[in-house]
Structure formats: C-alpha cells, structure tokens
C-alpha cells in the first residue's frame, strides 16, 4: 500500500489537484449523469462527460498560474452570486464604500471607495492583502 501511496505522491508532484472549482464541476458532472440516465437525453449525458474529462484535466495539470487564474475568476463570480443571498443587496445601495472579502477567514470588510490600491487589514484575523477600490 505503501507504494502505491509513494507514487500517486511522486506522480502529483507539481500538478494542480483540486479546488473549488474542480469541486464544482466534478458535483455538476455527477449531478448532469445522473439527470442525463433518467431522461434518457444522450446530450446531457454527453455534457456530463465532457464536463468530468475538463474536470480531470484541470486536476493533473502542471500549468499551476492559468488553474489559479480560473479558480480566482470563479471564485469572484460563486461570491456574487452568493453575495445576492447573504446581504449582498447592501452592498448595491452603499455607494461610498467597498466590500472585499478576506482571503484567510472570508469576512466581509468594508473600505471606502475612490481609495485607489489600498493594503487592507481584516479586523477579524489581521490578514493583510491588497485591492483597488
């Protein structure tokens, strides 16, 4: 067992392996197999397959900064979305200021806006990153 441990190890070394939005696509692939089984649709079938080879792709890939380029872009867009739902629309109205995200502890921190690049320091857990406002 051991070395079969040893070089799965030795064979993921320098590849990108899951993220968010492997995850996703590996649930929606799943979720689009089983739909596609039941209706019978060879299309949504097809889609589902396609969407767990781009899934597997993005996971033994060794292009590490384009992964985590689409990862981010995902990640702003699933934040968005989610934002709507958990008082997002707040954020809309307010005008004068910026809402960001922590990237260690994800709470909200609102800076204001107009700032230009500005480092910000979560209040929560002191983590310090930077954005433009």
């Known amino acids: 067992m051991n070395k079969l441990r040893d070089w799965l ?3 993921m070394y320098g590849r ?5 939005l492997g995850n996703f696509s590996l ?5 689009l197999m089983i739909i596609g089984l039941f209706t019978g649709s060879s ?5 589902s397959i396609v969407l767990l080879i781009w899934c597997y792709f993005r996971v033994f890939s060794r292009n590490q900064s384009k992964r985590l380029a689409e990862n981010d ?4 867009i699933k934040d968005r979305i989610v934002g709507v739902f ?3 629309s707040r954020t809309r109205k307010d005008k004068n200021y910026a809402y960001f995200r922590c990237p260690h502890c994800r709470q909200k921190v609102r800076v204001p806006k107009g700032k230009g690049t500005i480092e910000i320091r979560c209040p929560k857990c002191n983590t310090k990153f930077i954005k433009r406002t």
């Open 9 to 11: 190890s030795n064979f």
């Open 16 to 20: 990108y392996g899951m993220d968010p």
């Open 27 to 31: 649930w929606a692939a799943i979720i």
């Open 43 to 47: 299309l949504i079938y097809f889609l």
């Open 73 to 76: 872009k995902f990640m702003e």
């Open 86 to 88: 958990r008082g997002g």
